[in-house]
């Protein structure tokens, strides 16, 4: 007997009145009205189930430290990382565990189940990546954790670093990332772009640079990091992420520039909530929205998932784990309000981004994980429009979270008892 039956599902890719059936934590079968008996049964009633969905980029050694020691006042990417270089210090390895359980608990309840960290490896004591490792076996039977040894300081600028990426990898992180534009010079970003592929090469590690997250069109770290991919075979495991320069970038060298990037099996992550509200800073009006050129390297092939980046830390005092929020943000931002375009949003907050963290078990297909989460939308772009309630989250076919469907009573005379915003179906067919 199996353990679990879904019936009557809708799935991102627009079927409609399927079951799934698992057994053992798998999916056993994915088709229409599945005849099998199973220790539990659940009617989707034609409801969306999604994989579930995964943050490409984020920082939870930062996360939930919102107001210490102290509010960024200017809301600046440059006072937000000297104030993480004021909190550094201060911090003990009991709370950062304490905080990043805590915003994992947040990112369950939203069905959130897979997330890349970027831990900061400039403080000496590693004491961020040890507090990190702990958590990533804590959450491992309900959340897959990859960790990104970051040095936040630069990795030439700070003394040290490049030493201290490497024995972050001898520890357990799973990625190499930098940060070359923040390096004193041009050309020190460009050596360091060398030093970190060439790390990441000895080791068999993914590459994940901070790349070009500015309003500088003259930043071309990515253009480096596509060629050292090609000329250190790393096609497919390098990925750069923010490349908010791309936006000021003249229209000639981005022709140029977008197909280097897929000669390099380059993937990209935009991080939207954050991108809108750090780049542009110095600008009056008209003022540049700062995101990366999502619709452009979406269709030539280029992998394209969006990250949340921050939630409530020097950075970002907002945020709540919730990946629709960053999906709707992203295609506001980038203007992809086609169906087919907000779709893609959708897949960047899901399969995209299970791509780059190279999740071979994700999906919901036969032989997969049973991993999935059953949304109060019957369709993707519905999830996005209503940043639907997670109504159901299931790992390994277990339901780890429930949340009970979002609606409002109503007394009105000659009106619906209540209402929870979703169109009739015939108005909403798409």
Request: charged share 20%.
């Amino acid at each position: 007997m199996a353990d679990l039956h879904i019936t009557n599902a809708t799935l991102a890719d627009g079927r409609t009145g399927i079951d799934v059936l698992v057994a053992a934590g798998r999916i056993v079968d994915v088709a229409p009205r599945i005849d099998a008996t199973a220790a539990r049964t659940v009617d989707a009633a034609g409801l969306l189930l999604a994989p579930p969905f995964v943050d490409a980029h984020f920082h939870l050694d930062a996360a939930l430290s919102y107001g210490i020691p102290r509010v960024n006042r200017s809301g600046t990417l440059l006072e937000g990382i000297a104030l993480w270089g004021e909190l550094k210090p201060r911090l003990t390895q009991e709370e950062i565990v304490e905080r990043a359980l805590a915003y994992c608990d947040w990112a369950v309840g939203k069905g959130l189940l897979a997330i890349r960290a970027h831990v900061d490896v400039c403080d000496p004591r590693l004491l961020a990546v040890e507090a990190l490792l702990h958590v990533k076996e804590r959450v491992a039977p309900y959340l897959d954790l990859q960790l990104v040894a970051f040095p936040q300081d630069g990795v030439l600028r700070s003394a040290g670093a490049l030493a201290r990426v490497e024995r972050a990898l001898t520890m357990g992180v799973d990625v190499v990332g930098g940060i070359p534009h923040f390096e004193r010079t041009m050309a020190d970003g460009a050596e360091s772009v060398r030093l970190l592929c060439e790390l990441a090469a000895r080791h068999g590690r993914l590459v994940d640079l901070h790349c070009d997250e500015s309003d500088d069109p003259q930043s071309r770290h990515v253009e480096t990091l596509a060629a050292q991919s090609v000329r250190l075979g790393l096609q497919g495991r390098v990925t750069g992420s923010h490349l908010t320069s791309m936006h000021s970038m003249d229209n000639y060298y981005v022709s140029k520039l977008i197909p280097l990037l897929v000669e390099g099996g380059v993937a990209a992550i935009a991080n939207p909530l954050i991108n809108i509200t750090l780049q542009g800073r110095h600008d009056t009006y008209p003022k540049r929205r700062g995101m990366t050129r999502v619709p452009e390297l979406m269709a030539v092939g280029v992998t394209v998932a969006f990250g949340h980046d921050c939630v409530l830390d020097p950075w970002y005092p907002l945020g709540s784990a919730d990946m629709l929020e960053v999906a709707a943000m992203g295609l506001h931002v980038a203007q992809m309000t086609g169906v087919d375009a907000m779709r893609a949003c959708f897949d960047a907050v899901t399969v995209n981004a299970a791509k780059i963290l190279h999740l071979d078990d994700y999906g919901i297909a036969a032989g997969r994980r049973a991993d999935f989460v059953l949304l109060q939308a019957r369709d993707p772009i519905e999830a996005i429009r209503l940043r639907a309630t997670r109504l159901r989250v299931f790992r390994a076919g277990r339901e780890i979270a429930r949340t009970p469907p979002a609606t409002a009573v109503l007394d009105l005379p000659g009106r619906p008892h209540e209402v929870d915003w979703r169109l009739p179906p015939a108005a909403g067919a798409r």
